[in-house]
T-cell receptor
Framework: QQQVKQSPQSLIVQKGGISIINCAYENTAFDYFPWYQQFPGKGPALLIAIRPDVSEKKEGRFTISFNKSAKQFSLHIMDSQPGDSATYFCAASNRGDSGAGSYQLTFGKGTKLSVIP | GAVVSQHPSWVICKSGTSVKIECRSLDFQATTMFWYRQFPKQSLMLMATSNEGSKATYEQGVEKDKFLINHASLTLSTLTVTSAHPEDSSFYIC???????????FGSGTRLTVV
């Protein structure tokens, strides 16, 4: 059972456009929702993260929108650039029964973003 | 801050040999380390969770005797792929909670190719 569903699988956006990636989750115990950027052959790098007590978080060109009632969250990349071309993963986690330090991330399947000049 | 150094970045080994992958937390103490496996064009699959000073917890379907995990200190966790076979070829990534509002820091990954 996939607990975090991500769409689209791939996305092509023109330079300067807005890239939008969506995720939906099932586990209402999740309390941390990060987005990761991964370039080929590299480990994921944290882009931006949000907690369920806010509906939106913006950092530079990256914005997370969060809808707790719908159990959905999305990543918006404004003014998309060719350097943004990468695979993006949404994820979610909860504290876990063992307390701090044991919470694991559940990842979406990823979105390959291509920004064309 | 919050860097996880993973080595080697790539390794080629012969079938039947063992390979050790190291992940070190450079500027924080990693009580927990998560080990992931990633196939091409796929998402990260959690293999196991290691906690300093205790036995690792393996996800269902992951052979604990093949993927040996040691977390002997707060700054070092290792994954040893024993008796490697070509089907073990994959991208292995470690990650640790870095203690800043649930943040997780990932290593740079290890590309394992078994020939």
């Amino acid at each position: 059972q996939q607990q975090v569903k991500q769409s689209p699988q791939s996305l092509i956006v023109q330079k300067g456009g807005i890239s939008i990636i969506n995720c939906a989750y099932e586990n209402t115990a999740f309390d941390y929702f990060p987005w990761y950027q991964q370039f080929p052959g590299k480990g994921p790098a944290l882009l931006i993260a949000i907690r369920p007590d806010v509906s939106e978080k913006k950092e530079g060109r990256f914005t997370i929108s969060f809808n707790k009632s719908a159990k959905q969250f999305s990543l918006h990349i404004m003014d998309s650039q060719p350097g943004d071309s990468a695979t993006y993963f949404c994820a979610a986690s909860n504290r876990g029964d063992s307390g701090a330090g044991s919470y694991q991330l559940t990842f979406g399947k990823g979105t390959k973003l291509s920004v064309i000049p | 801050g919050a860097v996880v150094s993973q080595h080697p970045s790539w390794v080629i080994c012969k079938s039947g040999t063992s390979v050790k992958i190291e992940c070190r937390s450079l500027d924080f103490q990693a009580t927990t380390m998560f080990w992931y496996r990633q196939f091409p064009k796929q998402s990260l699959m959690l293999m196991a969770t290691s906690n300093e000073g205790s036995k690792a917890t393996y996800e269902q379907g992951v052979e604990k005797d093949k993927f040996l995990i040691n977390h002997a200190s707060l700054t070092l966790s290792t994954l040893t792929v024993t008796s490697a076979h070509p089907e073990d070829s994959s991208f292995y990534i470690c990650s640790a909670p870095s203690g800043r509002s649930y943040g997780y820091t990932f290593g740079s990954g290890t590309r394992l190719t078994v020939v």
